[in-house]
């Protein structure tokens, strides 16, 4: 079975700090997503990457910034985080030719 | 960019019932994937169905790819299938495998 995990399942973090966001996956995909999910907004993607050090913009990059420096692990990082930065925070992977996404449970961020 | 709409946005069943889950989608796709998000708002993966059916259970899928949509049916329903249902698809131009969703349909299974 794929796993993916992320290394928090609750956080709660201040205005201003710098967040780091981990998942990492066992199942040597090379594809790997970061997702915001808000009530009303649905599933939105932030950042991708399809091969270590390599990393693309999806639809709201803004705010946010990633690391791959290893295959099995992709981090998101909130340089100065800000309220509106609170949501449900979801890591996907997936093999380069097989393409089904796989998600990590979830990290619900608060900003205070 | 593609748009995916799911519907209805809300249903309530009895426990026993069936029901039918539709994702019109407004392009041509590669990947289309059916999700099921539990209480504690993991997305559990139900079906990879780009097109054709598929059943596992008590759940099947089917996607005409030529028409855009893909249903889910649920048959016999369980409290345990409540819940948020998330269709998602990739563009068939689109390389890096980059999903939409729709917006979902909550589903509730009374006892």
């Known amino acids: 079975d794929v796993k993916v995990t992320q290394s928090s399942r609750y956080l709660v973090k201040r205005t201003g700090e710098k967040v780091f966001l981990e998942c990492v996956q066992d199942?040597?995909?090379?594809?790997m997503f970061w997702y915001r999910q808000d009530p009303g907004l649905g599933l939105r993607l932030i950042y991708f990457?399809?091969?270590?050090?390599?990393?693309e913009k999806g639809d709201i990059p803004e705010g946010y910034s990633v690391s791959r420096e290893k295959k099995e692990r992709f981090s998101l990082i909130l340089e100065s985080a800000s309220t509106n930065q609170t949501s449900m925070y979801l890591c996907a992977s997936s093999h380069r030719d097989r393409r089904e996404q796989y998600f990590g449970p979830g990290t619900r961020l608060t900003v205070t | 960019g593609i748009q995916v709409e799911q519907s209805p946005p809300d249903l309530i069943l009895q426990e026993g019932a069936n029901s039918t889950l539709r994702c019109n989608f407004s392009?041509?796709?590669?990947?289309l994937q059916w999700f099921h998000q539990n209480p504690w708002g993991q997305l559990i993966n139900l079906f990879y169905i780009p097109s054709g059916t598929k059943q596992n259970g008590r759940l099947s899928a089917t996607t005409v790819a030529t028409e855009r949509y893909s249903l889910l049916y649920i048959s016999s329903s369980q409290t345990t299938d409540s819940g948020v249902y998330f269709c998602?698809?990739?563009?068939?131009?689109?390389?890096?495998?980059?999903?939409?969703f729709g917006g979902g349909t909550r589903l509730m299974v009374k006892p």
């Open positions: 998602a698809v990739e563009e068939g131009n689109n390389a890096g495998n980059m999903l939409t």
């Open positions: 392009d041509s796709v590669n990947n």
């Open positions: 199942m040597d995909h090379e594809n």
């Open positions: 990457s399809y091969d270590v050090k390599m990393k």
